[in-house]
């Protein structure tokens, strides 16, 4: 744990935690570690980014995307990191924009989007997502048409969802990689346009 | 079997139950329709006291108008079984 959070009340909850479980036999202080290093070395939106490029770019995977979104992200090697959920790719459309939030808590799928931001996790955004999306995308500087339907996707432990943005015209040249480099951490929650 | 399929008209319960739940309170009392069934998972309210039973789950769709009164997005959300009863 690094040295500026350590005095912060939660990490004390969270070392006892773990002192007790070593004590009972179920895991050692290394077996933390590696989790630990494993989420924040791999964990990245740049893999979400790679899902959804490959997805403008094969129709094909598109579709499996949107069947089976679990099944698509072990296509790309990210299996191991969307285990133990159902993960959802929802579209937007030139009519349809959606965004995802978790009322109860925060979650949402951090292999393919990184450790989340602080304020997907703030009391704001949990309880203003649902009431008055438009506006709290009008504070991310995102301004829809009125004409564009909103949908909010009210995640949990078991469902976690990843938004597919919609691909910017003008990037028929684009390789893959050139795609996924324009898609953002937000556009993959739903608070960008991509 | 499921007691309801996609399409059908559902009204979360109203709940305020001492532990834990994930029916969240915004939803309670309104109605929207289910998108599709999800599959059976345990329910957490009673997983938390060490008690695992499998029940339908399924993502229903509630208007925002219905949940709040305005506006013209929508909100879907995963319900256990427990949760829902069948829109009057």
Redesign the interface.
């Known amino acids: 744990m690094s040295g500026e959070h350590s005095e912060l009340p939660v990490a004390a909850r969270v070392r006892r935690l773990e002192e007790r479980m070593i004590a009972a036999g179920l895991a050692t202080d290394e077996e933390f570690d590696d989790i630990l290093e494993r989420v924040f070395t791999s964990a990245s939106p740049v893999n979400g980014a790679r899902i959804v490029a490959h997805a403008w770019t094969d129709p094909g995977y598109r579709d499996r995307l949107l069947a089976d979104g679990n099944a698509a992200a072990a296509e790309l090697g990210f299996g191991a990191g969307t285990q133990g959920y159902l993960l959802k790719a929802v579209e937007n459309t030139p009519a349809v924009h959606n965004m995802i939030v978790c009322t109860l808590c925060s979650c949402y799928p951090t292999a393919l989007l990184g450790p989340s931001p602080s304020w997907y996790k703030s009391f704001a955004y949990r309880s203003r997502a649902v009431r008055e999306p438009r506006a709290v995308l009008a504070e991310f500087g995102l301004e829809l048409p009125d004409s564009t339907e909103i949908r909010v996707w009210d995640a949990n432990s078991e469902t976690r969802y990843l938004v597919v943005p919609l691909r910017a015209e003008g990037t028929d040249r684009m390789d893959e990689s050139e795609l996924a480099s324009s898609v953002t951490r937000n556009g993959l929650i739903g608070t960008a346009i991509r | 079997m499921t007691r309801f399929g996609a399409g059908a008209r559902v009204r979360a319960r109203v709940a305020d139950p001492d532990g834990h739940t ?1 029916l ?1 309170r ?1 939803a309670c009392g309104h109605t929207g329709r289910v998108v599709e069934v ?2 059976a ?1 345990q329910l ?1 309210d009673e997983a938390v006291h060490g008690v695992f039973r499998s029940e339908p ?1 399924y ?1 229903v769709r509630f208007d ?1 108008a219905e ?2 009164g305005s ?8 319900l256990w079984e427990s949760y829902l009863e069948e829109a009057p």
Do not use: F, N
């Not at chain 2, 506006?71 to 995963?78: A, E, N, R, T």
């Open positions: 994930r969240p915004y999800r599959g998972w957490p789950v993502a925002a949940l709040w506006g013209s997005h929508s909100v879907i959300l995963d």
